[in-house]
């Protein structure tokens, strides 16, 4: 396919704009017929998801902002898009279990989740259990689902600047509650600021995206059989 040099699968700009325009229509037969030539042509994942689904979405943004569409075409965008993820998910080759566990959500209040979902399948890419709770995750109820599962991280995403603040309340608690639980935290809030405040907390790490992610879980070791979590 025209997307696709070979060496390092990727995808043209051509591609891009075909799925865009597609996306913005809500035609999800047309964006699942780009994105199943995609994965039968080997682009990774991880590809697909910044360079394409990522991509479309800043756009859908842009293009929202500048009032060049409606909210109802960026509705549909969005839920065309978290059909496809879960499409993409059934090609998602699983490494054996590393016997580790994360727990991913977004901050209370905070409605985007299509971040989040990308951040837990690349720990799942990496042989982890991660359990994606979405948007707008109450403190108290994800405390208590950490204290239940005691997972070995925490990662939530915030997309809003505006909930820096909601974010700070939540990192308060959870990191009195569980002290020994490392938490990351990324998503495009931070490009406004805020990367101050991860850092005032011991055991809170920003990472600034998928890759720095990836860079981050192969320097994790895998938790030895039979040991449990030390979340408290
Ligand atoms: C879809 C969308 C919505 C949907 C979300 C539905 C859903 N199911 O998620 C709805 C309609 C709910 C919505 C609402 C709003 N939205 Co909106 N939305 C978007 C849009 C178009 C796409 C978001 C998206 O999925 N992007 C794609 C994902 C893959 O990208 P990502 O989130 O950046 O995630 C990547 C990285 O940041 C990182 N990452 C993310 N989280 C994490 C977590 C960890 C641990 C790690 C390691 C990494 C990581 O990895 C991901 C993969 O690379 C964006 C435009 C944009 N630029 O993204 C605006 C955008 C995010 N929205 C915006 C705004 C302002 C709003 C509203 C306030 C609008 C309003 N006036 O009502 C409300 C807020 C609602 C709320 N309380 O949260 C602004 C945010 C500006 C800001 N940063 O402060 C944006 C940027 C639009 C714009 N251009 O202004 N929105």
Known sequence: MDAITHGEPAISEQVFKRYTENLIAGDRNRCAAVVDALLS????????????????????????????????????????????????YAHIALPPANGRKVVIASVENELHQVGGKMVADTFEMHGWDSDYLGANVPTSDLANFIEDIRPDMLGLSLSVYMHMAVLKTMLDHLTRRFPKLPIIIGGQAFRHGGRELTRSYAGVRWIASLDDLEELLQQETPRPAGTGSETA
């Open 41 to 88: 042509a080997g682009v990774a994942i991880k590809t697909i998801y910044q360079d394409l689904i990522q991509r479309s979405l800043y756009e859908v943004g842009d293009r929202w902002e500048r009032n060049l569409i409606t909210v109802a075409s960026e509705h549909l965008a969005t839920a065309v898009t978290e059909g496809l993820m879960n499409r993409i």
